[in-house]
């Protein structure tokens, strides 16, 4: 009897609170040199993969209109195209802008021009899992917050765009995803938390364009 392999079932998304993943910000940036928490503050708010964050390089930066083009990531010790093989200009928020900023103190004019440096030792991450053992899985310890791996930043950016009533194709297009994905990924957060939302607009529309029914226009119906 032949058994067929297994289908593999794709993780649904465990983001964190904007709440938590502030908390862990600010108690990187009491324990640890400040491009550490620089790194991750970046990440939560940009939804970048783990590979293109540790592979953004100044050269990609556009401080003048606040966008950073994400054309590679660092997979492997070597440089690869994106995930999905293709480029995409990501806004850079309040948040995001900031820890960018920071960091341009620390590795700007550094060699290899890379924007996030394990500051250890001045290099760039060799690779994620670095930045995770030291830094990631002690202050999840510390705060007692629940373990999440860091590609969780990446759905935390994601649902605080939803939540906060963005549309869902922007913040698809923002992370990298096929918007069929993403809808299929965070329907959740799309239909549950905007359901009321959305039937005031419905409302709003049908009170606004269509004249009230009295009960002598029905009865003359």
Do not use: C
């Amino acid at each position: 009897m032949n058994i067929g392999n297994a289908s593999w079932q794709k993780k649904k998304p465990d983001p964190f609170t904007i709440e938590e993943a502030q908390k862990i910000v600010a108690s990187m940036l009491e324990r640890y040199p400040q491009p550490v928490a620089n790194y991750f503050e970046f990440m939560f708010f940009t939804g970048l993969r783990t590979s293109e964050g540790i592979g953004l390089e100044w050269n990609d930066v556009d401080f003048n209109t606040k966008t950073i083009l994400v054309r590679q990531g660092f997979v492997l010790g070597k440089m690869e195209d994106t995930k999905t093989s293709k480029e995409r200009t990501v806004s850079l928020n309040s948040m995001a802008f900031a820890a960018l900023k920071r960091q341009k103190a620390w590795t700007f004019l550094q060699e290899g021009g890379r924007v996030f440096h394990d500051p250890a030792t001045n290099e760039p991450w060799p690779d994620e899992q670095n930045a995770r053992r030291r830094h990631w899985i002690p202050t999840l310890r510390l705060l007692g917050i629940r373990y999440r791996r860091p590609y969780s930043m990446r759905s935390t950016y994601a649902t605080i765009g939803l939540m906060a009533g963005a549309n869902p194709a922007y913040i698809a297009g923002q992370l990298g995803h096929g918007v069929d994905v993403f809808f299929k990924d965070y329907a959740a957060w799309i239909n549950g938390k905007h359901n009321a939302t959305e039937l005031d607009k419905i409302e709003a529309q049908i009170q606004g364009n269509i004249p009230k029914l009295s009960l002598a226009n029905i009865k003359q119906a």
